[in-house]
């Protein structure tokens, strides 16, 4: 049996060891809200509920250990002390997983990931309005476990508000968890699905995600692209070029574009479905080359 002793390996080993060990984790998914009200949302997995009497949750925005720098939720609850937890479910693992990009503060990851903003009830900050359960929190305090690299910040969160969507509630009114279909993190690149098993997320980690938003028009709202598609298609680092594009339609879909000619809708829906599959079967950038088309 292999053995580390904290403090004598890199924080960075130690971190994705003890990720890997304590899997599954369910995922918060926090949007708060920064001086001005711009919203921020992204997704942490040091998570739990801790208490009903009174309802209280806490989750840790960690200090990033390779420059020691914090992120921009837990400088958002030290200014705005509110924030919404909301829970991710299957259909929202892709998008979920974009707005953990690092994108530059004043970037508001609602757009970039495209989901909607929910206005709550009791407090100033935003709910994303495709989760199944949202719970509104006023942040009664933040608890900072150390100051260098990889130190915890637990955010401690009394639940003043719990909104869940009526497809989930089975006939007592309780949350029926086959519906739900919620997700968890594992180690890595993993995920767990609550009705399934392990599948894999690629982590937007290094890389910067277009986002959703920089996605051309027709593409966003496709009529058969969904929101997990769309949400692979916004972790790429840029689109395909004109010149790939055209290659590409040369030689993979010059028969969608023969059996289509001079039917404009059709050939587009065909293309999107075809689309639709190479990201089923993880081929992003030839799935983007497919969508592009189109209107090359």
Same mark, same amino acid.
Request: aromatic content about 6%; hydrophobic content about 40%.
């Given at each position: 049996?292999?053995?580390?002793?904290?403090?004598?390996?890199? &924080?960075?080993?130690?971190?994705?060891?003890?990720?890997?060990?304590?899997?599954?984790?369910?995922?918060?998914?926090?949007?708060?809200?920064?001086?001005?009200?711009?919203?921020?949302?992204?997704?942490?997995?040091?998570?739990?509920?801790?208490?009903?009497?009174?309802?209280?949750?806490?989750?840790?925005?960690?200090?990033?250990?390779?420059?020691?720098?914090?992120?921009?939720?837990?400088?958002? &609850?030290?200014?705005?002390?509110?924030?919404?937890?909301?829970?991710?479910? +299957?259909?929202?693992?892709?998008?979920?997983?974009?707005?953990?990009? $690092?994108?530059?503060?004043? &970037?508001?990851?609602?757009?970039?990931?495209?989901?909607?903003?929910?206005?709550?009830?009791?407090?100033?900050?935003?709910?994303?309005?495709?989760?199944?359960?949202?719970?509104?929190?006023?942040?009664?305090?933040?608890?900072?476990?150390?100051?260098?690299?990889?130190?915890?910040?637990?955010? &401690?969160?009394?639940?003043?508000?719990?909104?869940?969507?009526?497809?989930?509630?089975?006939?007592?009114?309780?949350?029926?968890?086959?519906?739900?279909?919620?997700?968890?993190?594992?180690?890595?690149? +993993?995920?767990?699905?609550?009705?399934?098993?392990?599948?894999?997320?690629?982590?937007?980690?290094?890389?910067?995600?277009?986002?959703?938003?920089?996605?051309? $028009?027709?593409?966003?709202?496709?009529?058969?692209?969904?929101?997990?598609?769309?949400?692979?298609?916004?972790?790429?680092?840029?689109?395909?070029? #004109?010149?790939?594009?055209? $290659? +590409?339609?040369?030689?993979?879909?010059?028969?969608?574009?023969? #059996?289509?000619?001079?039917?404009?809708?059709?050939?587009?829906?065909?293309?999107?479905?075809?689309?639709?599959?190479?990201?089923?079967?993880?081929?992003?950038?030839?799935?983007?080359?497919?969508?592009?088309?189109?209107?090359?």
């Amino acid at each position: 049996m292999a053995t580390f002793i904290p403090g004598e390996i890199p &924080v960075g080993k130690l971190h994705q060891l003890l990720l890997g060990s304590v899997a599954p984790r369910p995922i918060a998914w926090v949007s708060t809200v920064d001086e001005s009200g711009t919203p921020n949302l992204s997704p942490f997995s040091f998570f739990n509920v801790f208490s009903a009497n009174p309802p209280i949750a806490i989750f840790s925005p960690a200090r990033r250990g390779r420059d020691n720098t914090t992120k921009h939720t837990y400088e958002n &609850v030290k200014r705005v002390p509110e924030c919404v937890i909301n829970i991710v479910n +299957y259909s929202l693992v892709q998008q979920c997983s974009l707005s953990s990009v $690092e994108y530059p503060a004043g &970037v508001n990851e609602f757009i970039k990931a495209g989901v909607t903003e929910l206005a709550s009830e009791a407090i100033s900050v935003p709910r994303v309005a495709e989760s199944p359960i949202q719970l509104e929190c006023k942040v009664k305090e933040v608890i900072e476990l150390g100051t260098e690299g990889g130190a915890g910040n637990l955010v &401690v969160c009394e639940i003043v508000r719990v909104h869940i969507n009526d497809s989930i509630l089975d006939e007592n009114g309780r949350i029926d968890m086959l519906k739900a279909d919620l997700v968890a993190r594992a180690g890595g690149d +993993y995920y767990v699905r609550a009705i399934d098993g392990l599948f894999e997320v690629p982590k937007p980690n290094e890389k910067i995600g277009i986002g959703i938003d920089a996605l051309p $028009e027709d593409i966003r709202f496709s009529k058969i692209l969904t929101g997990n598609d769309l949400g692979m298609l916004g972790n790429l680092q840029a689109l395909p070029n #004109e010149t790939d594009v055209n $290659e +590409y339609k040369l030689i993979e879909l010059s028969d969608l574009f023969l #059996e289509h000619e001079g039917k404009a809708e059709a050939l587009e829906q065909a293309l999107h479905a075809r689309a639709a599959e190479l990201l089923r079967l993880k081929k992003t950038t030839e799935a983007a080359c497919t969508l592009l088309a189109f209107n090359n």
